[in-house]
């Protein structure tokens, strides 16, 4: 059987494309206009980093550069978007809710299976303690409940009970996050959060499954079955397989071949025609990603696509780091150019190091490009000016 075939110079573009990542960024980058980005992409991943711009803003500004991050807060006001679980902690649109809970049950489940092993004790018994008084007084941070109790001191994931409790009920669906202070959570019942045209409206396993691969594969554009299934991490194995077995009986979907990085090729799943379209055309533009981008979060698949092999460092012993802890991917076009160490100081953007890839120069018109993204990044930052290490530019 003969497959159709897509090139890796055409996989790259339909991958950018689907992902906003290729044509010169235009837009509003608020209202509906954020919301449509948002829609796009499926989900946009939360993250705590802050040494520049939070991940979430940085995925958003670099699709629309006249972005500024209180407009994500007033799209979450605005219950045009909700925060749940895909891999991470996420911003998804508020279409998504009747969906997500199929994921609250299932992640229910398994935290029960695995939290009384790694949790604190007692904090199933602050559930209906936490409930009552967010029902009776409102809103609630993790630092307003939980008096009396010992603060965790042990790592990330040693929360005191009330805190446990609090995001069990979250993860389950009794609870929603209404807003963010600063970056801490507040905790309302769902109830209260959920517009009620998508709190009461209802799915079955099936349409779930449907509406999730589908989507997934329509945001990709080609991948395997276990890449569309861990897009959103919403349906099981099984389900997915089944899936994929009937969307190639019904004619939904085909199998195709695509060229990676290093010229061999890969089985993937697509919509008919794919490999026949049009190959968008890419900008001719640098732009600096987030570590985070949904783009890069299948570091393997990174690699294969654009030979672009990353990894963030943070857990690195210094002496063995190449790169910086938390170096910011930069691209052009269809590849990765390089990745740069830099953080928001004293006012300014500290550009500790740019290491261009592998046979990447940098002549005047990269440099320029790269300056022009830089003094772009830093208004995002509100940092006020640019500043450089002696010998940024690494060979």
Known sequence: ?????????????????????????????????????????????????????????????????????????????????????????????????????????????????????????????????????????????????????????????DWHPSKTALEYLWRSGELAITRREGFRKVYDLTERVIPPEWLNRRTDPGETVDWAMAGALDRLGFSTVGEVRAFQDLVTPGEATGWVKAALADGRIEEIEVQTADGRLRRCLARPGLAEEKVPEAAVRVRVLSPFDPALRDRARTERLFGFRYRIEIFVPAERRRYGYYVFPVWEGLRAVGRIDMKREEGCLAVRAFWPETGVSMGPSRRARLMAELERVARLGGCGDLRFDPGWLRG
Do not use: C
């Open 1 to 157: 059987m003969i497959r159709p075939r897509l090139s890796n110079a055409a996989a790259r573009a339909h991958f950018l494309d689907r992902h906003g990542l290729l044509a010169a960024p235009v837009g509003a980058g608020r209202g509906n206009d954020l919301a449509e980005v948002i829609g796009a992409l499926g989900f946009v991943q939360v993250d705590s980093v802050n040494t520049l711009a939070r991940a979430h803003d940085l995925i958003l500004w670099s699709r629309r550069p006249r972005y500024r991050p209180p407009e994500l807060d007033r799209l979450l006001a605005g219950r045009r978007v909700f925060e749940h679980w895909t891999h991470d902690a996420a911003v998804l649109p508020i279409e998504a809710f009747p969906h997500w809970r199929l994921k609250f049950d299932r992640d229910r489940a398994d935290l029960d299976r695995r939290w009384p092993a790694s949790r604190r004790e007692g904090w199933h018994h602050r559930m209906d303690g936490v409930l009552k008084r967010i029902a009776e007084h409102g809103p609630v941070t993790s630092a307003e409940v939980g008096e009396g109790e010992e603060k965790g001191g042990g790592g990330w994931w």
